[in-house]
């Protein structure tokens, strides 16, 4: 195995797993309890989540999972987080990498969160989100994960008890960027990267490290770096029947792209999910298999909404119910026979894929950047983070998992 990686959470995961399968490798996304073996797949990326839970429990939860990773032959390891460092000054990013630094005797781990084709860049040790600093766009007010501070440095010192320090652009583009590295007089450095060009550097640079972190894109480029254009990709093959999409991300991406879509809808109420029975899934199944077009059940709602019902009924129990709600609906409508499910969302996306008892994917073609297509067995599925795709995305992600 020549990759292998965790991911904090499930879309962050999938997303991953497209990176790597783009760039040529055969790559399978594996989720919930994990076999005894893999198969022989190039790149195995196992989909936890971490995000947003305590400390310690994120910490073993990554020991374990790499454990199994090194027990399937992988020759490095890969942690990724969001491209935009989701994460609290007390978050997991920091303790995560620190222990899996500690367990794999790295000297020296380089954090690479950019993504330049989804906008996500570092420069002098910030972060931008298109041409605004990290603390300017939206996700300063991401209801989890608030990102006030674009400094990665300061905020990943804030986590960790390891020196941070920097690779400038600069040194990065530098023929003597390796021998800089290696001279670094910290453990954890955060890497400037602004175009693809960037990030295949970097992945030439970490290509003999034991540990590299960093979003979806530092996988393609680690996949470029070991040659994997050209190597054997299995065929993957669309479905038709019954589809149904499900949104509970409440990003602008995502509200905008189901305001886009023009098929039914439904919205799910925070109330609703906090009351949900049998009968309610069942009705509410009901109503998904009487629509003569894929339906859209949205839980999602403006930011303000959203703040308003978690100071009412608090934040865990609103975001348990919705999850535990969809997970619900999905395991009810596969066994009506829907066999396309497009989510959007990394939390609701976790819960479907629980669902429908889903415990590993292989991984197809892009729908949109960050978003894979996946096969597990007759179903096919797409699984993205709430501020991925075009404003047509639901109708892309329809005929790509039909095979159009």
Same mark, same amino acid.
């Given at each position: 195995?020549?990759i292998?990686a965790i991911? @904090?959470?499930f879309?962050?995961?999938? @997303? ?8 040529g ?14 198969? @022989?797949?190039?790149?195995?990326i196992?989909?936890l989540?971490?995000r947003?839970?305590?400390?310690a ?5 990554s ?5 199994w990773?090194?027990?399937q ?30 367990d794999l005797?790295? @000297? #020296?781990?380089?954090?690479?969160p950019s993504?330049?084709?989804t906008?996500?860049t570092?420069y002098?040790g910030?972060?931008f989100?298109?041409?605004r600093? +990290?603390?300017?766009s939206?996700?300063?007010q ?13 905020? +990943? ?11 400038p652009l600069?040194?990065l583009?530098?023929?003597? !960027?390796?021998?800089?590295?290696a001279?670094?007089?910290?453990r ?5 990267a602004?175009d ?8 030439r640079?970490?290509?003999?490290? #034991? ?11 680690l996949?470029r ?11 993957w093959?669309?479905?038709d029947g ?16 189901i305001?886009a ?5 439904r ?6 999910? +906090? ?31 959203v703040t308003?019902a978690?100071?009412?009924y608090? #934040?865990?129990?609103?975001?348990t119910?919705i999850?535990?709600?969809?997970a619900?609906?999905?395991a009810a ?17 976790g819960?479907?894929a ?7 994917f ?5 729908? !949109?950047p960050?978003?894979?297509a996946l ?7 797409a +699984?993205k ?14 005929e ?5």
């Open positions: 195995m020549l292998g991911g @904090d959470d879309t962050g995961s999938a @997303d991953l797993a497209n990176m790597i399968a783009q760039a490798l055969a790559t399978r996304l594996y989720a919930g309890p994990l076999p005894a073996s893999a198969t @022989d797949e190039a790149a195995a196992v989909a989540k971490t947003s839970v305590p400390v429990e994120a910490v073993a939860a020991r374990a999972a790499v454990d990773l090194l027990k032959g992988a020759e490095r390891i890969l942690f990724k987080y969001c491209s935009t460092f989701d994460s609290t000054p007390e978050g997991n990013i920091g303790p995560v990498a620190e222990a899996l630094a500690d005797g790295a @000297d #020296r781990v380089l954090f690479v993504f330049p084709t906008g996500r570092v002098q910030h972060l989100v298109g041409d600093l +990290l603390s300017e939206p996700l300063a991401h209801p989890l994960t608030p990102m006030t501070d674009p400094d990665l440095r300061r905020w +990943l010192a804030r986590q960790t008890s390891q020196t941070v320090g920097h690779l600069a040194v583009r530098a023929e003597n !960027a390796a021998a800089a590295l001279e670094a007089d910290a954890f450095i955060i890497a400037d602004i693809d060009g960037d990030i295949d550097r970097l992945g640079l970490v290509l003999d490290a #034991r540990l590299v972190t960093g979003g979806s894109a530092i996988g393609s480029g996949a770096a070991l040659g994997a254009e050209g190597m054997a990709r299995g065929r093959t669309g479905v019954r589809a149904v999409l499900m949104a509970g991300s409440c990003s602008a991406a995502t509200l905008g792209q305001a879509y023009d098929g039914p809808q919205r799910l109420s925070v109330i609703e999910a +906090l009351s949900a029975d049998d009968t309610f899934i069942e009705t509410l199944a009901a109503w998904v298999l009487q629509q003569d077009r894929p339906p859209l059940i949205a839980a999602s709602s403006p930011a303000d909404e308003a978690q100071e009412t608090g #934040r865990e129990r609103v975001a119910a999850e535990n709600t969809f619900r609906l999905a409508l596969r066994q009506h026979g829907v066999l396309r499910f497009v989510v959007a969302g990394g939390e609701t996306s819960a479907v629980t669902g429908l008892g889903i415990t590993s292989e991984v197809g073609p892009q729908i !949109a960050g978003v894979p096969t597990a067995g007759p179903l096919r599925v +699984l983070s709430g501020n991925f795709g075009g404003r047509d995305f639901f109708h892309r992600a329809l790509v998992l039909e095979g159009r």
